[in-house]
């Protein structure tokens, strides 16, 4: 009797444990088998509103659903692909996640399933949404004390006209510039417009074949005694930069072969300390060369057209680098930053004595290099601010980044630094344009910007190409902070 009444007791124990089993997997007493029926939290509003332009540089998102929900300890919220984990928090029917937006920005938000449910645990579906934010400028115009006047006192009034005008819109608007192809033309500014239908505000001429035009070579090519194409370039209202490729002899026995001019120091012996030394050949030949292109400028003087001037440009190249065993782009460099600055001060003196007056003086930095401080010092390079009006960067990413519109702050800043905020800053050349609505952010607001010409070494063009496409030159070249040709003042 024992045995089974023991059997009985085991038997209801085990229906016990099944039946307990069985409300593990939902059926315990009080169970809904309703309660998964596809009405699942749907969002009924956001703020900022989907679509919505022009939105606050706000603190924190919300969104509002049908009825109240819930959110576990880790959610999966993503914006603009950065996840969101922190902070995310419900009251009633209201998510909020705390971000703090910037200005220039377009964001998209999106809130993955399983994140929200309601007290039933029905998973919301995927939601997404997006909006832009407002025009916003960071640029501090406390951290600069721009000159008041241009460094040459005799500046001519349309120099000094042009050098108001830059100061003016410093930190304010961006100058859209193009560069010849390679000489005396306006092909880029050409191809910029036919994308864009704008104009760029300066096109950039180069001085690099002085060698082959009057007056030393008076039957060759090009003749850089003929302004036409700048002086039609001022009379459509554009600004004018002139750079110069310094060609030289590869050695005094060959001054007078043309056809030999090089630029890089490792194919001539013309050195910098040489060409400031009053006893050496090269100090005839430089101050030669120097009146040669004195005499281009005064023509354009002689017709009331200011020149941003950018001599001596990328001077310090790779020296320095490479534990020492880097060396200069250009012969103007190859004997270090003393010797450049000796010849930079010659330019300026020489060019001044011989009247020119209508230049506002831009210096090229190299930037700076993380992983060699001291080769990085461009301070050691920067000729002095009683010799320079503007300071400038050149700048490639290359092809190892598809980042290619950052509005690269850091380079700003060191320029703002190097000269205590003292002069106008550049964008004087690259591949990819910072974009503007990352300058406005980032308060980086280079006074102009400016593609190069060509192609990069793989045949990258650097227009209509990865670099700057050309749906990226139409927004850039049309942006709220952009001065095109149309837009510029005349300074007469």
Not at 28 to 50: C, I, L, M, N, W
Not at 79 to 87: L, P
Request: hydrophobic share 35%; proline share 6%.
């Amino acid at each position: 009797m024992r045995k089974i009444s023991f059997i009985m007791f085991a038997s209801m124990a085990l229906m016990t444990i099944v039946a307990c089993g069985d409300d593990d997997n939902g059926t315990k007493p009080g169970y809904d088998a309703t309660r998964f029926t596809g009405e699942a939290p749907q969002v009924v509003s956001t703020f900022p509103a989907a679509d919505a332009v022009d939105v606050d540089t706000l603190k924190q998102l919300t969104v509002t659903y049908d009825k109240n929900i819930y959110v576990p300890e880790h959610v999966t919220i993503k914006i603009n692909g950065e996840y969101i984990d922190e902070g995310v928090s419900t009251a009633g029917n209201l998510l909020t996640i705390p971000y703090e937006l910037k200005g220039n920005t377009t964001y998209t938000v999106e809130i993955l399933s399983p994140t929200v449910r309601d007290e039933l645990y029905d998973f919301a579906k995927d939601y997404k949404f997006s909006f832009s934010t407002i025009t916003v400028n960071a640029f501090n115009p406390e951290l600069f004390n721009i000159a008041e006047a241009p460094v040459n006192p005799d500046a001519t009034p349309e120099t000094v006209a042009l050098y108001n005008y830059l100061k003016e819109n410093f930190g304010k608007k961006m100058l859209t510039a193009a560069v010849a192809n390679v000489n005396w033309n306006t092909e880029n500014a050409e191809a910029m417009y036919q994308l864009t239908g704008k104009y760029p505000a300066i096109n950039t001429f180069d001085f690099i074949h002085f060698y082959f035009s009057k007056p030393l070579n008076p039957s060759n090519w090009i003749d850089y005694t003929n302004t036409k194409v700048v002086e039609d370039w001022v009379g459509n209202g554009g600004i004018v930069s002139c750079m110069w490729h310094w060609n030289v002899p590869p050695s005094q026995a060959q001054q007078y072969d043309y056809n030999s001019y090089v630029i890089s120091p490792a194919q001539t012996d013309f050195r910098p300390k040489n060409a400031t030394r009053s006893a050496r050949w090269e100090y005839a030949h430089a101050m030669r060369d120097i009146d040669i292109i004195a005499g281009y400028l005064l023509q354009l003087q002689e017709k009331g057209i200011p020149v941003l001037w950018r001599p001596l440009h990328e001077a310090r190249g790779n020296y320095g680098k490479y534990d020492g065993s880097g060396q200069a782009w250009f012969w103007w460099g190859a004997d270090g930053p003393a010797q450049f600055k000796k010849l930079w001060k010659q330019l300026y003196d020489r060019l001044k004595e011989k009247g020119v007056n209508n230049v506002l003086w831009v210096w090229t930095a190299e930037g700076i290099d993380p992983n060699d401080p001291a080769a990085g010092d461009d301070s050691l390079w920067y000729p002095g601010d009683e010799y320079v009006d503007i300071i400038s960067r050149d700048y490639y990413h290359g092809t190892k980044t598809a980042d290619y519109h950052i509005s690269l702050a850091d380079q700003f800043e060191t320029l703002r630094t190097m000269t205590g905020g003292k002069k106008i800053i550049a964008f004087s050349e690259g591949d990819a344009m910072p974009g503007w609505k990352n300058m406005l952010s980032d308060g980086a607001m280079w006074s102009w910007a400016m593609p190069w010409y060509g192609q990069d070494g793989t045949g990258i063009p650097y227009i209509n190409s990865d670099y700057n496409t050309a749906d990226f030159l139409k927004d850039w070249m049309n942006s709220p902070i952009s001065i095109t040709r149309d837009q510029v003042p005349s300074f007469k």
